[in-house]
């Protein structure tokens, strides 16, 4: 199989385990999506792709767990997004562009 294949599938799958992940999220079940992220992040680095957009915004980049499932929080400021993980306390700062 030709490689653009391989990652077009890895991205499908990355894109299906974060759905279910966030119906985990909505249930309560935190073990279950975190490992759901956890495979996301396999799938990235094992097909060399990115993960997707709204993966990345969800899951902490240190611990690789969901950002809301430990109790994390957001906090809107006049230029940053600022996201805390509840699970490591991890901080990630997310400027907000002006147009």
Known sequence: MPKNSEREVAEQRMM???RLALEDERERKSQYANRKYELIHLYSTKYKSKVIKDARTWVCKKCKHGI???GGRVRINNSTITVS???CGYIRRIPISRR
């Open 16 to 18: 299906e385990l974060f």
């Open 68 to 70: 809301y499932s430990g």
């Open 85 to 87: 993980c509840g699970n």
